[in-house]
């Protein structure tokens, strides 16, 4: 939901903050693309790194915090570089947890496992939604930041509160 939220907010940034145009649209979004691929890179390498809970938690502020520099950046070449490095998070944050879904359900649950993660993941349609709608209403910046914030809020609730989720390893 919360990632649903920041990107309909690129091509704004693009045209009024940054005034890059079309192209330069294009770039930001190959330039997350571009991330993406790098992380897929980076897990494969190194998988044992980034399969813990620990690992989820760092991904996400990472992604986070990326997403808020470039949402104050105001400059093309950092505006870039956010979108790289949070496309390298998002990635690894995203694969690990549904690697981490599938190896630690038990055989009779992982269908419904996926099944409803998946069925969840659905809500992201709502966050683009919401988020066109804030980023005109309350603006850009603010958008991003209560996002990014309540994204990984959450993950450190979680991983405070509960002595399974921090154990977690693949």
């Not at 919360?2 to 890059?20: C, E, M, N, T, Y």
């Not at 192209?23 to 693309?33: C, K, P, Q, T």
């Not at 998002?90 to 409803?116: A, E, F, P």
Request: glycine letters at 10%; hydrophobic letters at 55%; a positive charge.
């Amino acid at each position: 939901f919360f990632w649903g939220v920041s990107q309909p907010l690129i091509p704004k940034i693009a045209r009024d903050v940054l005034h890059i145009g079309q192209s330069g649209y294009g770039i930001l979004i190959a330039a997350e693309g571009f991330g993406w691929m790098l992380g897929s890179i980076l897990l494969s390498i190194s998988p044992k790194l980034f399969r813990n809970s620990k690992s989820i938690l760092v991904c996400i502020a990472m992604y986070a915090f990326s997403m808020i520099l470039f949402a104050l950046s105001g400059n093309f070449a950092v505006s870039i570089i956010c979108l790289i490095l949070g496309g390298i998070f998002h990635l690894i944050w995203w694969t690990v947890i549904i690697i981490m879904l599938q190896t630690l359900s038990d055989n009779l649950h992982r269908g419904r496992v996926i099944g409803l993660f998946f069925a969840l993941t659905q809500i992201n349609g709502l966050g683009f939604i919401i988020g066109g709608w804030s980023g005109e209403n309350f603006g850009i910046f603010i958008t991003i930041i209560s996002s990014s914030f309540c994204l990984t809020a959450i993950h450190l609730i979680v991983f405070m509160i509960s002595r399974k989720f921090r154990s977690l390893r693949t």
